[in-house]
């Protein structure tokens, strides 16, 4: 799911059945009016995604197995732009400055560590690697470095805060999360960093903590109506929105956010 003008885009993912899907929604803000705009090539679900030079870009995913291919959604039309360097599901994507940066996921037998960045989704450059790989962990960029909640190494739940600096290309470990945290999300609302919900000690977590950079300190500000994991965030128009995810069933609801 990325942001659009006054929209969001809701991108592929699992549909009540748990199969992939290949669809490309719109949905109208703050109405909440949904207009189905196009049809994938490939079907994926845990798949990431990222706009840059305004189209949209899904990178990876699953579905019978892990897959490369990056599509490209604009204008109405869904094709294939290019390939990553290697099949990834389970990441996570973010856009800075114009440019796109696939972090984390699982390859079909290994955790990539190469944090990916592209200008066109179709070249990719290594800029950094991570600290500790991660597949399932919660992003949010605040003042250009790229910060990673949780998620899972080699199929332990962890606890760890990684920030990313792209450029010059530096990744370490900064801190730690209260529990084990996997399938979260997160959000930057008001120069705030919000982790949303997520799966813990086998509980889907309704908790909105906000983490607090100079410090390290999570606060936990707020809970969602219902407990939610592996669901997608954005902000619109100053407003943050959960889409989807497991309750523990698959779930079409959305959730907003607003400061205070």
């Known amino acids: 799911m990325v942001a659009g003008t006054h929209s969001l885009l809701v991108i592929a993912g699992l549909d009540p059945g748990k199969s992939s899907t290949a669809r490309v929604w719109n949905v109208a803000l703050p109405a909440g009016t949904t207009t189905r705009l196009a049809t994938l090539p490939t079907a994926v679900h845990d798949a990431s995604g990222a706009s840059i030079a305004g189209s949209t870009f899904v990178f990876g995913g699953g579905n019978a197995s892990e897959v490369a291919s990056v599509q490209r959604y604009h204008a109405g039309a869904a094709t294939v732009a290019g390939r990553l360097p290697q099949p990834r599901s389970d990441t996570v994507a973010t856009e800075i400055d114009g440019k ?120 936990i500000v707020g809970h969602l109506p219902y407990p939610v994991a592996d669901a997608g965030a954005t902000v619109v128009d100053g407003v943050a929105y959960v889409v989807g995810g497991e309750t523990p069933a698959v779930t079409a609801s959305v959730i907003t956010l607003r400061h205070g």
Do not use: C, K, N, W
Request: charged letters at 15%; glycine letters at 12%; hydrophobic letters at 40%.
């Open 100 to 219: 796109a940066f696939v972090l984390g996921g699982y390859d079909g037998s290994s955790e990539p560590a190469s944090v990916l960045e592209t200008d066109d989704g179709t070249t990719f450059i290594p800029v950094a690697r991570l600290a500790q790989t991660v597949r399932y962990a919660a992003l949010a960029v605040l003042a250009g470095r790229i910060f990673l909640f949780g998620g899972e190494h080699h199929g332990t739940t962890v606890s760890t805060v990684q920030i990313v600096d792209p450029h010059p290309g530096d990744a370490s470990i900064t801190g730690q999360l209260p529990m084990p945290l996997t399938e979260a999300t997160a959000v930057v609302l008001d120069d705030q960093i919000l982790v949303i919900g997520g799966r813990s000690g086998g509980r889907i977590l309704d908790a909105v903590q906000r983490f607090d950079p100079a410090t390290g300190a999570f606060t």
